[in-house]
C-alpha cells in the first residue's frame, strides 16, 4: 500500500527550513528517501532501517517513528539546488514469502526560490 | 562504473501491440525493480527481480509481466497496450533488496 505523503507542494525562499512527512497504515522494515529532479531520475538520499533512526545529510536530515509508522524530512537553510521532488519509500517487513517491494508515495513538490 | 542502462529511451506504440523494456543494472547488482511514472501518481510499484525470481509484485494487471536473466539483466513486457499505459517506465537495480537503489534514466512509452 502506497505511503502517503503531505504536503503535496511547498514552495520556499532560499534558506528558510521544510518538513516533509510521510505516513503509512502498515508496518514498516524501512523508510528511504528519494529526490527526483525534472527531467531526470531519482537520486537515492538515505535509508532509514530502525525505529527512533535519524539520519542526516549535508543540511538533510530524516528521522523514522517505527511505533507510529511514519518519517519525516527535514530541509534546513534550503538552497536552490534543493528544488525537486521528493518520494518517502516504504518497505514492509519480512515475511515467510518474502519482503513487500519499495513502495513510493505520491510525492512532494519543492520550489525553492531566490 | 557505469550506471543503470534503460532501452529505448522513447517509444511510441499503438494499441493493441505489445512492447518490451530492457534494463541492465550496475554491475554486481542482483536486484532489479521496475516502477511507472505518471503525473499526479508518483513512482508505482511494477515488481521486484532478485536472483532471477519475482520476489514482489505491485498491484498492476497480468498483462505487464517481467523477467530476469542469469547476468541480472531485466526486461519488462506489456501486451495489448491500452492508452493509459503511456507512460516513463523507471528500472532502479541494488545490490540487494532494500539497500539503496540506483534508477535507469527511464523509457518513455507512448501508446496512440
Known amino acids: 500500500q502506497q505511503p502517503v505523503q503531505s504536503p503535496q507542494a511547498v514552495i520556499l525562499r532560499e534558506g528558510e527550513d521544510a518538513v516533509i512527512n510521510c505516513s503509512s497504515s502498515k508496518a514498516l522494515y524501512s523508510v528511504h528517501w528519494y529526490r527526483q529532479k525534472h527531467g531526470e531520475a531519482p537520486v537515492f538520499l538515505m535509508i532509514?532501517?530502525?525505529?527512533?533512526e535519524q539520519k542526516g545529510h549535508e543540511k538533510i536530515s530524516a528521522s523514522f517513528n517505527e511505533k507510529k509508522q511514519q518519517s519525516s524530512l527535514y530541509l534546513t537553510a534550503s538552497q536552490l539546488s534543493y528544488s525537486g521532488t521528493y518520494f518517502c519509500?516504504?518497505?514492509?517487513?519480512?515475511?515467510?514469502?518474502?519482503?513487500?517491494?519499495?513502495?513510493f508515495g505520491k510525492g512532494t513538490h519543492l520550489i525553492i526560490q531566490p | 562504473k557505469a550506471g543503470v542502462t534503460q532501452t529505448p529511451r522513447y517509444l511510441i506504440k499503438t494499441r493493441g501491440q505489445q512492447v518490451t523494456l530492457s534494463c541492465s543494472p550496475i554491475?554486481?547488482?542482483?536486484?532489479v525493480s521496475w516502477y511507472q511514472q505518471t503525473p499526479g501518481q508518483g513512482l508505482q510499484f511494477l515488481f521486484e527481480?532478485?536472483?532471477?525470481?519475482?520476489?514482489n509484485k505491485g498491484n498492476f494487471p497480468g498483462r505487464f509481466s517481467g523477467r530476469q536473466f542469469s547476468n541480472s539483466r531485466s526486461e519488462m513486457n506489456v501486451s495489448t497496450l491500452e492508452l493509459g499505459d503511456s507512460a516513463l517506465y523507471l528500472c532502479?537495480?541494488?545490490?540487494?533488496?532494500?539497500?539503496?537503489?540506483?534508477f535507469g534514466q527511464g523509457t518513455r512509452l507512448t501508446v496512440v
Open positions: 532509514l532501517l530502525k525505529g527512533g
Open positions: 527481480y532478485f536472483s532471477e525470481t519475482q520476489r
Open positions: 554491475s554486481g547488482h542482483r536486484s
Open positions: 532502479a537495480s541494488s545490490w540487494r533488496m532494500n539497500t539503496e537503489a540506483f
Open positions: 519509500g516504504t518497505f514492509g517487513p519480512l515475511t515467510g514469502g518474502g519482503a513487500d517491494g519499495l513502495t
